[in-house]
């Protein structure tokens, strides 16, 4: 395995990774998904006409603001969050990682995180577009969401684990995808169901919306991984011939 930089230049891969990560997502999800979200609020204000409630005429952000400079500047600075958390990650547990591939240590890394955080939250509680969800819930919405992260993770780990008690591939395969599973269906039996989408609500769009969200997602991480491990390479790949050309 390669000498390892430092961590300055491990983080400055990483908010790299996480920026161009992050512009790609955004741009996927400006035509992938907010065609979606003007849909519901389109719904949500004509369930507010029929009903004789007033629209909100005293948002604080314009709609187009939000999709034209909002949405990438989040999508932005969440990759940069993002790459930021795997730069770190990637330097606390590299040595624990049985691998001597640098690239496949970050983008197990990534992978790891696309699993755990997004994959595993997502199909216990996919998200909802505007006009869908019970402001009065939102406590407990937030908490089951946060408690299925974790657990996520700890799938993940657990995963780890049983798959390091095998020896042979095949079986350390299937013991980690055992100890991972395992993990995963406690955590969707133990925490609550939650479904406050309305029956009226149009399934294709909600399904539309979902799948641009789980999309935007995996577009991130998959680019941060790739990203990251190229940039690491490219490091390696510099150290290795300052060296070469320092003892010529």
């Known amino acids: 395995?390669?000498?390892?930089?430092?961590?300055g230049r491990i983080l400055l891969a990483g908010l790299l990774a996480g920026v161009l990560a992050g512009l790609l997502a955004g741009t996927f999800a400006y035509f992938a998904g907010e065609p979606r979200i003007?849909?519901?609020?389109?719904i949500e204000q004509q369930n507010a006409l029929a009903h004789g409630e007033a629209g909100a005429d005293d948002e604080l952000v314009s709609r187009d603001t939000q999709k034209h400079v909002g949405l990438l500047l989040a999508t932005s600075l969440?990759?940069?969050?993002?790459?930021?958390i795997l730069a770190t990650a990637y330097t606390l547990l590299r040595r624990r990682l049985r691998t001597g591939s640098d690239s496949r240590a970050a983008i197990g890394l990534a992978g790891a995180a696309l699993t755990g955080v997004i994959l595993v939250p997502f199909l216990k509680y996919p998200p909802n577009p505007p006009a869908v969800g019970d402001p009065a819930t939102i406590d407990q919405r937030t908490i089951s969401y946060l408690a299925v992260l974790i657990l996520g993770l700890v799938a993940i780990w657990a995963g780890v684990l049983a798959a390091r008690t095998q020896t042979q591939e095949w079986r350390r395969a299937t013991a980690g995808?055992?100890?991972?599973?395992?993990?995963?269906?406690?955590?969707?039996?133990l925490l609550p169901t939650i479904n406050e989408v309305p029956d009226n609500f149009p399934a294709v769009l909600l399904w539309k919306f979902r799948i641009a969200s789980l999309g935007t997602q995996t577009i991130l991480w998959t680019v941060l991984g790739l990203a990251f491990a190229g940039l690491l390479n490219r490091q390696a790949v510099s150290d290795t011939a300052?060296?070469?050309a320092a003892k010529s």
């Open 78 to 84: 969440y990759g940069l969050a993002m790459g930021g």
């Open 1 to 7: 395995m390669p000498l390892t930089p430092s961590f």
């Open 177 to 189: 995808l055992a100890g991972f599973l395992i993990v995963v269906a406690i955590a969707y039996v």
């Open 38 to 42: 003007d849909a519901a609020i389109a």
């Open 242 to 244: 300052q060296r070469i």
